[in-house]
């Protein structure tokens, strides 16, 4: 058989070789150049934003601190535990990023805070007995807010030291655990610290205008030392006054060891009645190289003080007359800073009538007056001694004022009369002896 050979079919089959071939390469160029194009939308457009991203931290919250009381239990005793739970607004946040760019970075990003949902607050017991319930949905915290919560609980029967554990579930957050520490009945060594007590030795009371001194001791009932001691004393009143140093310092202060000063301040009449502070302030180191702060009060005790003196001296008439009646009139003023009670006044006379009377109460800066009544029984100036007593805060007092008193034994009404009667008798007499005597009008 002879086999002839078509030259115009392999002409064909290589030119739709040649068409197949260049629809496969065109192909390959379209996938490569949608993949490009699908890598690029996912750079520059993230899966679920349009022209922005949002990033959602979870929320949670922490427990910054928790108190036991009291510190140490007995056992089979009630006590309670409270927490301080606390929203970490740092880390609870929406993060909101937008404006990419090109080279896939973000031109500005905006963090948003947000609240904690606290859903359930649960004590596990692990030795101790919780007697309240769990807090169910307590509610929404904001960015850094805290809030506390309390619970209480028993302890057993057995002395130890118990770790019950807080858990803390938040909605859509991280749940947190926190071991606590309950100490039934034991007794566990604590940090040894320096310890300041402040001693004084004042007055009972100080008048205003008096000066006083304070005593202050110093002394360190701790268990360590205290150094770098400083000792500032300040008034808070302007007319209580410091007379001597106001700052003290001392190297240090062993444990048992003292330090003593002595305080001398001065008063006026302006200064408050009642207890006026004087602070003090002591600032000093502990081992660790930790600063504490101390503050006392030395409280001056001010009491009023009433002083009492003879204002004025006069009668009513001003010279009585030796046989009348007469009224004796002494004013008594109280020049002191406080009230003057229960004030009495006694009269030593040879005059006859009262020789006591009550004032009762006389305000500072005031005056009241003490009346006597009294019979004038004889003439000249006579000798009289005046006793005032009363009291104020700071007891009773007695006080002494001597005088005289003038009479006249030519003045007055009754003298007068007997002159002029006496008087109308001699010219009546006479009248009748010259005009109308027995005889004269017979002629004789």
Known sequence: MEISYDESRDQRDGQYREKTGNTEERMKGWARLVLILIVVTFLVTPSGASDNEIGITNPTVIITGYQVTPAVLLPGDTGTVTLTIKNTAESASMKENSGVTLGGTFASTKSTDINAFIEKIHLEENGIKVLTDDFDRLGELG?????????????????GIYFPEVWIDVKGGRSTRYPITVNVNTDISTQKKPALFVSQIRPDQVAPGD?????????????????????????????????????????????????????????DKNTPIGIDPVILTIVYHNPDGTIERQIETIGIPVKGKAVIAVKSFSTDPVRPVPGNAFTLIIRVENTGTDQANSVQAALESPFSGTNSTFIGSIDKNSDAPAIFYLQATMDGTIPTNLTISYNDDFGSHKITEQATITTSPGSGILPIVVMILILLIIVGGGYWYLRIRPGKWNGE
Not at 146 to 155: E, H, Y
Not at 253 to 262: I, Q, S, V
């Open 211 to 267: 000066n006083c001194v304070v005593a202050v001791n110093i002394t360190n009932t701790g268990l360590t030392r205290a150094s770098d001691i400083a000792i500032d004393l300040n008034s808070t009143i302007k007319s209580l006054v410091l007379t001597t140093a106001g700052h003290y310092y001392m190297e240090h202060l062993d444990p048992g060891e003292g330090m003593n000063f002595t305080l001398h301040l001065a008063t």
């Open 143 to 159: 960015p850094g807010q805290s809030i506390p919560v309390t619970l209480v609980i028993q302890a057993p029967e057995k002395s």
